[in-house]
Structure formats: C-alpha cells, structure tokens
C-alpha cells in the first residue's frame, strides 16, 4: 500500500482498550473541565438536543446491530466498530454473531476461531478482551449482560465508551459514549478549543454530554450524536448544510467548522525493516508452507504468521545488526492496543515504484499487482535503507539459524509489503526459502511453534492481515495446488 496503513477513513469509533489505571482526575483538570464544560446556554444546550434526537429518528441508518436490543449483539457491534467503518463491520457482524450467537457461545468457544472469525478485521486484542470479558459475564452473572456501570465497566476491555454506549443502547441507561466523533461534533457546536487528545478534554465532554442527554431517550441519543458525526459532521468537509443543528452551530457560525476539533497530533510509528521467509516445504511437505505461532503475550499474541527477523534500526543503515524476533519475547510496544491505536491492524503488499498499489482504507491491493512491473527483475528494488538482496537473504538465514535454530536456504525475493501500527511501522521483504537440511522432515523436528500448512489449512489458522496478505499473494501466484 503506499499509503501506510491508516484506521479506516470514517471508522466509527477510535480503538478504546480500558485504561491502565484510572486517569488521574486531578482536582485541577477536573475542576477545569467543569468549568469548561458546563457554562453553555441551556437554549443552545436544549436546542441540540431536540433537533439532533428528530433527525435521527427519522435519518438513521437501517444497521443490523440497530435491529435488536440484544446486549450481548450491541457489545459486538461497539467492539467492532472501533477504528472500523460500518462497511466493513457488518459481514464481520453477521457471521460472528452466527458462529457466537450467545454468551455462552463464546464463552466456550476455543480462542482459536474466535481470532479466526475476527481475522482481517485487525485490532485482535479487541477479540481477545471481548472473549475474556464474555465469559465473566459467563460465569458470574450468568450469562446476561450486567446492566450496572460498576458491573460492566469492571469487564475486561471495557472502558467509558464501550461501557456508556451498551448501557445505553441496549439498557436506556443514561450514560454518555464519548469517542473521538462525538468530540469533534461536541467541539464544533460548542465552539471548545481544547485539545481533544487531553485526558480533561475528554472528561468535560462527557461531563457535557451527560448533560445533553434527554431523559428517557439515552440509546437514542447517542446513537444520534455517533450518526451525526459518522454521516453529516464529519473530520473533513461537514455537511453543515444538512446538519439538523446548524442553526446554533457556534463552530459554523465562527467559520471553524473545518478547523475544530483541536488535536495534537500522535508521533509518527518508527520503522523496522523485518525480512521474511515464506519456506515451502518439499517432499512429504510439498505444496505446504511453513507458519509459526507469535508469543502468548503482546502484539499480535498468539496469531499465526510467516517466519521472520528484524533488522536494527533503520538508521543502522544496512550494515546495522540484526536482531531475530525471540518467540518469546513481545514484540516492541508490546501492547497490542497501544500499538493499534490508531492505525487498522492491516497493511498490504507493495506495489512496485510508480504503481499505484494501495486501496481504500481497509482494503487489499490485489496481490498479483504487487509484483507487476517487478516480474523478471532480478531483485527487489532496493533504497538506501535495504541491503541488497543476496546481503538480506544471508541475513535472513543466519537469523533464523542462530535465534530459531530454523535452517532456510533463501532462493529469491518475491514481495515487499508492509505494515502500520499507532507506533511502529513494519517494511517487510518476502524471500522464497527452502528448508536446509531438514526439508521434508516431520514437524517434530522444528521449533514447537511451527508448523506446516497445506493451502486447505488456511481457514485454521488466524493470521494478521499482512501476512494473510502475502499468503494469499503466493496462492494467487502458484495456486492453492502447487506440488
Ligand atoms: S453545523 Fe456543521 S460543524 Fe456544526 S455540528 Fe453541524 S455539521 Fe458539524
């Protein structure tokens, strides 16, 4: 993609994970933010909300998850929709609640398809939490949905947005669901300047947002507040024209609609180079891959994915070190959330120089495009921070022998891709290997983690979206029934 990999363009919600330890409230940032916060005109306050909650009764959208007050579906759907488009979301959402129809589902499901069933919809911790979370609910509250804040907020993975948007969509409960659209919606009617990304920005605005609830109509109304920032107020261009609240829209009426919210923006990811062998088995493994399972901890923890190394620093130039990823050892910034939180857990294959190569957020550049205009080089295209080929293969090889006692005998380049996440940015270079001298040897004889895939396999094995990218890449290229 040539792009990196960003949340989906007009995801719902930002990625929420509960926080490590309350925010501090302090008593300044908390006296601040009332203060902030409240002092609106009760015509203005009133006015939006009245005006917001009719146009939503009569504009919103038909979704599935809007079908039922299912707590348990509703849960789903907020979990889903952090850092993803609807568009993306409901096919995710039908075959999940299929495959899990009920707590109990997937409480007792085995972990494994449940990361399959999430698999290409990125963020997997959120798949993780959910699943932990749900067999609390399981075991202590007897399968239904707590509809207490103290209760449900206790969940795992659950922090204010999660737990003020179930509670009131599915329970009325008037709580407010503050995510990053709401705040922008809020910021621009409000005319507040403050900087969004600030824990006491965040804090005001549910403070006010609590306020601006109407009574009796909690799931209604924020359900409006997320429609109206998803459809009509949107980050770029807002449809102030159209909006239901225009009339006493401070923001529009100061001519900053298109310059609020105030947001600091994030440091961009660092880079890694990570070199990638894509083995293929011989013999008795001919036609199968070899895949190795992530640490039981941290990024990505416990997905399935192409043997790989990483580089030293991109700074190191091509001489710098190289480091094996230690299977078990998390990743860089080890915590999956953090890492995503604000970037799809999906990247995609290069495509070369001068090709276009990326899609819609989200989406997957076609696999066989990757490689068009690089077929019949010799190599990769190298920049100044890669080595060359023949220098990355022997690294490759010597990593995997020295860190996984893994023998690969690499044979050519075959893909670039690559892959974002909130801090780290992974460039990746694919490398066709053999298996040195135990190709065709039975799986006991590799790491415990390893394992030999034959391409009916697949659909057991859940894999982020960038090596499922590559994977499906070489099934395009050699087909699913390569001897
Ligand atoms: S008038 Fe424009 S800026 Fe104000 S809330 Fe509506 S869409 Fe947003």
């Excluded at 409230?25 to 908390?30: D, N, P, Q, V, W």
């Excluded at 669901?177 to 804090?203: C, H, Q, T, W």
């Excluded at 005998?409 to 670039?416: G, K, S, T, V």
């Amino acid at each position: 993609m040539s792009k990196r990999q960003q949340p989906e363009s007009g995801s719902e919600h930002p990625l929420e994970e509960k926080p490590v330890g309350a925010v501090k409230r302090t008593k300044a940032a908390g006296s601040k933010a009332s203060r902030v916060f409240t002092e609106y005109p009760a015509e203005q306050k009133q006015f939006f909300s009245t005006h917001l909650l009719a146009w939503y009764l009569i504009h919103r959208r038909d979704l599935p998850w809007r079908r039922s007050r299912n707590p348990y579906h509703i849960w789903i759907s907020e979990v889903m929709l952090q850092q993803t488009r609807v568009d993306t979301v409901i096919p995710y959402f039908h075959k999940f609640t299929e495959l899990f129809p009920t707590v109990e589902a997937l409480a007792t499901a085995p972990e494994d398809e449940v990361l399959k069933a999430w698999e290409g919809l990125g963020y997997y911790s959120r798949a993780r939490n959910l699943q932990q979370a749900v067999r609390e609910v399981h075991e202590q509250y007897g399968g239904t949905v707590p509809d207490s804040k103290e209760e449900f907020s206790s969940l795992r993975g659950v922090g204010p947005y999660t737990s003020g948007a179930v509670l009131s969509i599915a329970y009325n409960k008037p709580e407010p669901a503050v995510d990053g659209n709401v705040m922008r919606v809020l910021s621009r009617y409000f005319l507040i300047e403050d900087d969004i990304a600030k824990p006491a920005a965040r804090i005001g605005m549910e403070k006010l947002a609590r306020d601006l609830i109407p009574e009796g109509a909690a799931g209604d109304f924020n359900q409006a507040l997320m429609e109206l920032g998803a459809m009509v107020c949107t980050p770029r261009s807002p449809q102030c024209l159209t909006c239901p609240v225009m009339d006493q829209c401070a923001g529009r009426l100061a001519g900053r609609e298109e310059t609020l919210p105030v947001k600091t923006k994030a440091k961009p990811p660092m880079p890694e180079r990570r070199l990638v062998a894509l083995i293929e088995g011989e013999g008795e493994n001919a036609g199968r891959i070899l895949i190795r399972q992530r640490p039981q901890e941290g990024l990505l923890a416990r997905m399935w994915e192409l043997p790989h190394v990483v580089l030293g620093p991109s700074a190191g130039g091509p001489d710098a070190p190289m480091a094996a990823v230690s299977p078990g050892t998390a990743e860089p910034g080890a915590d999956e959330a953090a890492a995503q939180s604000a970037a799809g857990d999906a990247g995609t294959v290069l495509a070369a120089p001068g090709d276009p190569g990326d899609a819609a957020a989200g989406g997957i550049a076609p696999a066989s495009a990757a490689r068009r205009g690089r077929r019949g080089a010799a190599g990769s295209a190298d920049s100044p921070a890669w080595g060359g080929d023949a220098r990355n293969m022997a690294l490759l090889q010597s990593a995997l022998a020295d860190e996984e006692h893994v023998d690969v005998l690499p044979q050519e380049w075959i893909a670039d891709t690559n892959h974002t996440f909130s801090h780290l940015y992974w460039d990746m270079k694919v490398y066709r290997c053999r298996l040195g001298g135990s190709a065709g040897a039975p799986a006991g004889q590799l790491p415990y983690r390893y394992r030999w895939m034959a391409p009916e396999e697949m659909e057991r094995y859940a894999f982020p979206n960038v090596f499922l990218r590559v994977l499906k890449m070489y099934e395009e290229e050699h087909g699913p029934s390569r001897p």
